[in-house]
């Protein structure tokens, strides 16, 4: 593997994980990166390792350096398994004794993690470490994403180590944003909408602290995907923008079906959405992969949700959604219930409860059609699909 020194004495040592393909739960079609930092001024030091099966190659990297014993210190800037996995082997590798530098929930995740002791120093933030020509600055990033989580950065070079924050699910030839353009913001999007809109309030005061701070931000390194170097400012831009969570008019109907009624249905309100200019799309959770259907929730502002009644319940598919889609929390969205039933005839009613739950603005009605669609039938779905058009666009 080829080791990109991305400033002067500065290392990616990371590694690609070019087979991944569901990061727990979120569909990684171009695999994943673990990116992890090596300094090498007066003291030499790690920042976060890899997820453990990538260990050997990431030992490899490090070795092609610097011997890495010749390493002083490690900073922990997140717990997670996918930074932290190589964290034992390497102190091993090292020397056990050697201080891991993180937050006071670092010290206290990776305890309970890992069982063994290490030499956990807890930083405070905005307490400052010199190096030799450089000082790292950590500022603690609590619940971005997890309660561990810190930035650490480099002051002189002006080089912030993000951690989560700013990442992408993305393995590829390149390796700045330069390199690939715009087509990296899907991935960051996807990547913002199943990891970090739950904590979308605590970024927008994070990006205020930033500024109190003053903190100047030449390249943004986070621990996934590609680094920013050309234009750092665009992605927090982007992170402002899609925490502040102003849906487009917008809408998506996300739906199962068993015999086909319900997707009769999806797809006769998504006619009624554009008849009235509202661009939409039917997403079958058969044939869409949930982290997906949740990137297009982000900036829709209606979600409509479908199901066929199954056992006096919900087809497992559509729970398995609600539950996802509940736990990131998104904001300011119309909801809408819909579905074909049989007899009983419950799921309209608990996909009602659940969009509510989540605190969705729900349409007066939903919609329920026994057994299969007629003419009269699809002629009510489209109306549906207006009125739900007409509710986005007052
Ligand atoms: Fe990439 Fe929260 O771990």
């Not at 990109?4 to 569909?27: L, Q």
């Not at 994943?32 to 997820?51: S, W």
């Not at 621990?223 to 102003?246: E, F, M, T």
Request: proline residues 4%; glycine residues 8%.
């Amino acid at each position: 593997m080829k080791l990109v020194e991305i400033a002067k004495g500065i290392y990616d040592v990371g590694v690609k994980d070019w087979n991944i393909r569901d990061f727990h739960g979120y569909s990684t079609y171009q695999g994943t990166t673990y990116n992890a930092f090596l300094i090498v001024d007066e003291k030499v030091v790690l920042i976060d390792t890899v997820k453990k099966e990538f260990t050997d190659q990431f030992i490899e990297n490090i070795s092609a350096i610097v011997d890495p014993r010749k390493i002083d210190f490690v900073i922990s800037n997140h717990t997670e398994m996918d930074h932290s996995g190589g964290l034992q082997r390497v102190m091993h590798r090292i020397g056990e004794e050697k201080p891991v530098f993180c937050s006071k929930m670092g010290a206290k995740n990776l305890s309970l993690h890992y069982g063994t002791k290490m030499n956990y120093q807890v930083v405070d933030s905005g307490s400052e470490m010199k190096i030799g020509a450089r000082t790292l600055q950590f500022l603690e990033t609590r619940m971005l994403h997890w309660p561990d989580s810190m930035f650490t950065y480099l002051k002189e070079d002006k080089i912030l180590f993000s951690s989560d924050a700013f990442g992408q699910h993305y393995a590829g030839h390149e390796k700045y944003d330069d390199e690939i353009g715009d087509a990296i913001m899907p991935h960051a999007g996807k990547y913002f909408a199943n990891i970090l809109l739950p904590y979308a309030p605590l970024i927008l005061k994070l990006v205020d602290e930033v500024v109190r701070l003053g903190l100047e931000i030449k390249m943004i390194c986070p621990d996934h995907g590609i680094l920013w170097r050309k234009d750092p400012g665009k992605i927090i831009n982007a992170y402002v923008a899609w925490s502040k969570q102003n849906p487009e008019n917008k809408a998506v109907v996300v739906y199962d079906t068993m015999w086909q009624s319900t997707r009769k249905m999806a797809e006769a309100i998504v006619e009624g959405l554009i008849s009235e200019g509202v661009p939409a799309q039917p997403l079958n959770l058969r044939n869409s992969h949930r982290s997906d259907v949740m990137t297009e929730v982000m900036d829709a502002k209606a979600v409509i949700v479908g199901s066929p009644t199954l056992n006096n319940g919900l087809y497992p598919t559509v729970s398995d959604f609600l539950t996802y889609m509940k736990g990131l929390k998104p904001q300011n969205k119309i909801g809408g219930a819909f579905g074909s039933f049989g007899w009983s005839g419950e799921s309209v009613k608990l996909i009602h409860a659940e969009l509510e739950a989540m605190r969705f603005r729900m349409m007066d009605a939903d919609l329920k059609i026994q057994y299969v669609p007629d003419g009269a039938g699809m002629e009510t779905c489209i109306e549906y699909g207006r009125k739900i058009a007409k509710a986005i666009k007052s």
